[in-house]
């Protein structure tokens, strides 16, 4: 008896070890054959492919740019428009324009003063032909900027290194565009006014803050690479268009006008060598696009006022950017109309197995439940990354030239973040099927799988761009798996910047790879509720 | 053959009032019967007036500044989102017979095919018009409860929403007739497609990919035309200000969406009557 039922267990537990074994393979293959079997499904990868690719082609270099370079000059459109743009050190595009008080400085040396005042004045709108111009009014925009500078070069997007005080986010040192290092918080007056000191040994400069000129503190140091012996160093100031973003339901309004910062300065002490001796004032940059107030600097004795418009800042895509710019992913929005469509065939993978009673059969086939899930989720996930890949491509390649033909400047990125914005696209749609699929196996039917898979990424979206304020906004795209496109995003948030950007400008609170992970965590989590209840319930 | 035709034919080719009535009494004791469509309707109040209040909730107007708010349609801004629930509970009872064969018990017991259809339809956008009102009363009550405490107060211009003030009457009885219409339309979608993801697909695609592609379109010639000529023009009848700058008339632009919903009525009952079950 004993000995009988051991030899009748044997063979069990070895053709389970061996069916444990081939299992996989098998499932993967037998998935991959009913995909590819249905008709529907390949056509539904196919429109979603092609939706991908139209919509964005179509969305891509749609606007129209028009200007003119005076009140009397021919309109212009196009491409004539687009003014030159510098590139920074490190490959971005930039805005450098201000006003500069400068002479050169031969070798190591430093460059030390007080600020006692900051003031601005703007006005809402443009001179209109014939008429008055529109009252000035006293303000300061958050990032008007005035202190002290190191430049390479008096040309557009060279290196540099400044030390400022700043309309309403303190003393900060900024470098190279992208870098920005708070100092003392608060803004410069007579009676509490901010010293600021920078240093050259070098390739390296060094900035300080102090309250009192007395006791100094470091804030932060630029190594610009290949810094001739002689750089141009000197008082700047430059000031954003004043801009008022009135956000509310179902669009904002931007009322904005130029802008004037002036910065007053005295006790100017240098060190080392400067030859000039002399102090001389240029607007650093010129943009027929962006109206510009004059600036200038005056000189009583040892106090100076220098007056500025413009920023030294990175460009970022968004309503405020001076030029027409957009961004390498335009092309690409239109990953969610064919989102749908994957999302549909996706859901249904799953959910017609229930329909047609297949699900006995498949799971008599492969007894272990989880790998039927983790099969079709290989095969949909590839399959429909493979479809986003190719969409995504061709995608970028039709629509830049597109959006370059009309006039817009496409806002350069390194060519490892292009490839993260093409093959991120990819993944988002892979992974939004990945989801789909679990959901599908959760809830068994297909309406309701469909539905909630939309609702989960679209509709948040959707409310996003189009409904709720930013504010609110931001918590949506942070929390929903519709965080995932901003794997999209080639050009990072920098504080130093108001850019009034929302997701409709393509601007997402998360960064890349955190976004995409929110999306990767619904669908971890999908796929694992998915396992248990698979495992627990009958088919 | 002659004699075994003719028994049949006055009752399939002459439905009478009472064939209508009848047909209408099996599609609502379907429908009663069926759990799904208490819960979607529950669902459709649910949604309409909890993404209203949201939006509701969201906005405010700092002291000082000046509002361009639409305050009728700020409050009715769930619609939007409750005709998510409407393409389910309207594309259900159509692709569900398709995907159980249920269909081809209906069509022998009602051999007029288009009727079927129309039949379907009427029970369906009844049901969405009753739950309708009941979510666009919540969504205006809502707006007159929170709003003035956000800001939007009779003393800055937004007297509080009463359905007494003729464009909030309009925006409110068109958002319900809106509802109605986006049940026909997926109805239209259902008996054309007859699988019920896909048609699901379909409809949440027309319905949500144009405002998107609208919001994303630099050229404001193809950002009118998608305003004025998609299912999205439907929403134009949710307007109480700025009528002059709308990009189509209130009800021209629920008129386009029920373009609409009649092409895929149509096209549903010919596809009904044309392809086998």
Redesign the interface.
């Known amino acids: 008896m004993t000995s009988g039922s051991i030899a009748t267990e044997r063979p069990d537990v070895s053709r389970s070890r061996a069916a444990a074994r081939v299992g996989f393979g098998p499932a993967i293959r037998s998935e991959w054959v009913k995909f590819r079997s249905v008709r529907?499904w390949i056509i539904?990868m196919i429109v979603a492919g092609l939706l991908v690719l139209l919509?964005g082609v179509?969305?891509a270099g749609?606007?129209?740019i028009g200007c003119q370079n005076g009140p009397n000059s021919p309109a212009l459109t196009g491409k004539a428009c687009l003014p030159p743009v510098p590139i920074g050190p490190g490959g971005e595009a930039v805005s450098d324009s201000f006003y500069f008080v400068h002479q050169p400085l031969v070798g190591n040396g430093s460059i030390t003063i007080r600020v006692t005042a900051l003031t601005g004045i703007y006005t809402q709108g443009l001179a209109q032909v014939g008429q008055a111009p529109p009252p000035a009014h006293k303000g300061l925009e958050p990032w008007a900027k005035a202190g002290i500078i190191i430049k390479a070069s008096t040309r557009p997007g060279s290196a540099y290194a400044a030390m400022m005080v700043t309309g309403s986010h303190g003393v900060r040192m900024q470098y190279d565009y992208t870098s920005d290092v708070a100092g003392l918080p608060g803004l410069a007056s007579a009676a509490s006014p901010r010293w600021l000191r920078l240093t050259r040994s070098g390739d390296t400069i060094a900035g300080y803050d102090s309250a009192d000129g007395r006791h100094w503190a470091l804030v932060g140091t630029a190594h610009l690479t290949g810094l001739s012996r002689a750089v141009q160093a000197g008082m700047f100031a430059a000031t954003p268009p004043y801009n008022k973003a009135?956000t509310?339901?179902?669009g904002g309004?931007d009322q904005g006008g130029p802008a004037l910062a002036t910065g007053s300065f005295d006790n100017l002490g240098l060190r080392g060598n400067w030859p000039a001796g002399a102090w001389s004032g240029v607007n650093i940059g010129t943009n027929k696009l962006t109206p510009r107030s004059p600036g200038g600097f005056r000189r009583a004795g040892s106090a100076f006022a220098v007056s500025g418009s413009g920023d030294i800042a990175p460009l970022a895509p968004g309503p405020l950017s001076p030029i027409p710019s957009t961004t390498v992913e335009e092309p690409l929005?239109g990953v969610?109309?064919g989102l749908?469509?994957v999302?549909?065939v996706a859901?249904?993978f799953f959910?017609v197995e229930y329909?047609r009673g297949l699900i006995r059969v498949t799971l008599a086939a492969t007894p272990h439940r989880g790998r039927v899930l983790a099969a079709k989720a290989i095969v949909i996930g590839s399959v429909a990354f493979i479809t986003g890949l190719a969409a995504s491509i061709l995608a970028v390649w039709l629509g830049l030239p597109k959006e370059r033909n009309v006039g817009e400047y496409v806002l350069p990125v390194s060519t490892f973040t292009e490839v993260r914005v093409i093959v991120g696209t990819a993944a988002f749609v892979a992974v939004a099927a990945v989801l789909a699929v679990a959901i599908g196996a959760i809830l068994r039917?297909?309406?309701?799988?469909?539905?909630t898979v939309?609702?989960l990424i679209?509709?948040p979206?959707?409310?996003s761009?189009?409904?709720?304020?930013v504010?609110?906004a931001d918590w949506v795209l942070r929390i929903t798996p519709a965080a995932g496109l901003a794997i999209q995003q080639s050009i990072p948030n920098y504080p130093q910047l108001s850019t009034n950007a929302s997701a409709?400008a393509g601007v997402y609170p998360l960064t890349p790879w955190a976004g995409f992970a929110v999306l990767c965590l619904y669908a971890v989590a999908a796929l694992a509720m998915a396992a248990v209840l698979l495992r627990r319930r009958d088919a | 053959m002659s004699t075994a035709l003719s028994p049949s034919r006055p009752a399939a080719q002459r439905p009478g009032l009472t064939a209508i009535r009848d047909a209408l009494r099996a599609e609502w004791v379907k429908q009663r019967t069926a759990s799904s469509a208490a819960w979607l309707l529950a669902g459709l109040i649910a949604a309409t007036v909890a993404?209203s209040a949201a939006?509701i909730a969201?906005?405010r107007c700092p002291a000082g500044?000046?509002?361009?708010?639409?305050t009728t349609?700020?409050s009715l801004?769930g619609v939007?989102?409750g005709e998510?629930v409407v393409?389910?509970l309207a594309?259900?009872p159509i692709?569900n017979e398709y995907?159980t064969g249920m269909i081809r018990v209906t069509l022998a017991a009602m051999p007029r095919r288009a009727v079927v259809v129309a039949v379907k339809a009427a029970i369906v956008s009844g049901m969405v018009l009753a739950a309708g009102i009941v979510a666009v009363l919540a969504c205006v009550l809502a707006g007159r409860l929170i709003l003035p405490g956000h800001g939007f107060s009779p003393a800055r211009g937004f007297p509080p929403l009463s359905l007494a003030d003729g464009p909030t009457l309009r925006a409110a009885a068109g958002s319900v007739l809106y509802l109605g219409l986006i049940a026909l339309l997926s109805v239209g979608v259902a008996a054309i497609v007859r699988?019920?993801?896909?048609?699901?697909?379909a409809v949440?695609?027309l319905l949500?990919?144009f405002?998107?592609?609208a919001?994303?379109?630099?050229?404001?010639t193809?950002h009118n035309r998608l305003e004025r000529y998609t299912p999205l023009a439907g929403l134009n009848i949710q307007a109480t200000t700025g009528l002059r700058s709308l990009p189509i008339s209130p009800w021209a632009g629920l008129g386009v969406l029920a373009v609409w919903a009649m092409i895929a009525l149509v096209g549903g009952a010919l596809s009904v009557r044309l392809r086998d079950a």
Do not use: H, Q
Request: net charge neutral.
């Open positions: 529907g539904g919509t179509f969305l749609n606007g129209s009135t509310s339901l179902f309004s929005a969610f109309v749908i469509a999302v549909v859901a249904m959910t329909r039917r297909s309406a309701a799988a469909v539905t939309i609702g679209v509709l979206f959707l409310l761009v189009t409904v709720l304020p504010s609110v409709a | 993404i939006a969201a906005n500044l000046t509002c361009p708010v639409d349609k700020l801004t939007e989102f998510a393409a389910i594309v259900l692709c995907s699988d019920s993801a896909v048609t699901i697909g949440l695609g949500y990919l405002p998107v592609i919001t994303f379109v630099g050229n404001m193809w």
